[in-house]
C-alpha cells in the first residue's frame, strides 16, 4: 500500500465530511502520499487533517485569485505538487426553464471557469518539476442523460472537453490530465435523494454490475491515474459500474419506484 510514496498531492473539494474529496484524499494518505486538503470549510479542512494527517488549505474555487493563492501555498509547504485532484461541485437539480441566470452563472463559476483556472495554475508548476497527474472528477451525466440536470450535465462536458485540449497541448511537459466520471455514489451530495424510498431502486437497474458506485471506487481509479503506472492522458475514465451502457432512470421512472416503494411500506 505504498504505490504513490514520495508523491505529494493537492485535492480539491474535501470540505464536506466523507465526501468524494476526503475520500480521495485519505486513500492517498494511505498510498504514501503527503497530502493537501483545500476547499472553503476551514473548519471541516481542520478536522480532517488532525484525524487523518496532511495539511489544508482554504479556497474558493470561484474565485481565480485563491485558486492561484491555493496551488502556491501547497506548492510551497510541500515542495511542489505532483498530484492534483478537483473533486468540486455543486448538484444543481432544477427544471431547464427555471433555472436562473445567477445559479447558471454560479455553475459555470465552480465547475467550468474554476477547473481551466485550476489548470492554469497548476501547469507551470508541473511543468518546471518535471510533469504530474492532474486529475478531474467528472459525471457520467456529461455523456448519458438525467432530467432537470442541464447547467450541471453542461458544465461538466465542457470541462472533459478542456481536459483533453490542455493535455493535448502540454504532454510534453510530462504532465498527465484526465477525468473520472461516477454515476450516483453515496456521498453527502446524493444524502438527501437517497434518502427517498425507491429512488436508489430505479438508478440500480441501470447498472450492469448490480450496484452504484462509492467514493472509494473513485479513489481506487485516481490512485492509478495519479501513479507512475498509468500511461494516460486527455482521457475519460467512466467508473460507474457500467451505466453508461444503459442509461439514468428517466423522471417518470424515478417516481413509478418511489410510489412502489412507499405503497410496499404500508
Given amino acids: 500500500m505504498a504505490r504513490l510514496a514520495g508523491k505529494r498531492a493537492l485535492v480539491v473539494g474535501a470540505a464536506g465530511k466523507?465526501?468524494?474529496?476526503?475520500?480521495?484524499?485519505?486513500?492517498?494518505?494511505?498510498?504514501?502520499?503527503?497530502?493537501?486538503?483545500?476547499?472553503?470549510?476551514?473548519?471541516?479542512?481542520?478536522?480532517?487533517?488532525?484525524q487523518e494527517g496532511g495539511i489544508a488549505v482554504y479556497c474558493d474555487f470561484s474565485d481565480k485569485g485563491s485558486i492561484d493563492a491555493m496551488v502556491v501555498d501547497t506548492a510551497q509547504r510541500l515542495g511542489g505538487i505532483d498530484i492534483a485532484v478537483n473533486a468540486t461541485g455543486w448538484g444543481l437539480l432544477?427544471?431547464?426553464?427555471d433555472t436562473t441566470p445567477e445559479e447558471l452563472d454560479a455553475m459555470i463559476a465552480l465547475q467550468l471557469r474554476g477547473p481551466f483556472h485550476f489548470l492554469q495554475a497548476l501547469i507551470p508548476v508541473m511543468g518546471d518539476q518535471g510533469g504530474g497527474s492532474i486529475i478531474q472528477i467528472s459525471s457520467a451525466?456529461?455523456?448519458?442523460?438525467?432530467?432537470?440536470?442541464?447547467?450541471?450535465?453542461?458544465?461538466?462536458?465542457?470541462?472533459?472537453?478542456?481536459?483533453?485540449?490542455?493535455?493535448?497541448?502540454?504532454g510534453h511537459l510530462g504532465i498527465r490530465i484526465n477525468s473520472i466520471s461516477p454515476g450516483v455514489t453515496e456521498t453527502p451530495m446524493t444524502a438527501q435523494a437517497a434518502a427517498v424510498p425507491g429512488v436508489?431502486?430505479?438508478?440500480?437497474?441501470?447498472?450492469?454490475?448490480?450496484?452504484?458506485?462509492?467514493?472509494?471506487?473513485?479513489?481506487?481509479?485516481?490512485?492509478?491515474l495519479a501513479s507512475d503506472e498509468c500511461f494516460m492522458t486527455g482521457e475519460n475514465l467512466q467508473v460507474n459500474g457500467g451505466l453508461t451502457l444503459r442509461g439514468n432512470p428517466t423522471k417518470a421512472d424515478i417516481e413509478a419506484s418511489v410510489a412502489a416503494a412507499m405503497a410496499r411500506q404500508g
Fill in 18 to 50: 466523507d465526501n468524494m474529496g476526503q475520500a480521495i484524499a485519505r486513500r492517498f494518505l494511505a498510498e504514501g502520499a503527503e497530502v493537501a486538503v483545500a476547499g472553503r470549510k476551514r473548519d471541516v479542512l481542520d478536522a480532517f487533517v488532525a
Fill in 94 to 97: 432544477k427544471p431547464f426553464l
Fill in 141 to 170: 451525466t456529461a455523456t448519458i442523460m438525467f432530467h432537470d440536470h442541464d447547467a450541471y450535465m453542461a458544465t461538466k462536458a465542457g470541462t472533459d472537453h478542456l481536459v483533453r485540449s490542455v493535455a493535448n497541448q502540454f
Fill in 200 to 224: 436508489l431502486d430505479a438508478f440500480v437497474k441501470g447498472y450492469p454490475l448490480g450496484r452504484y458506485g462509492t467514493p472509494q471506487d473513485i479513489a481506487a481509479a485516481c490512485v492509478w
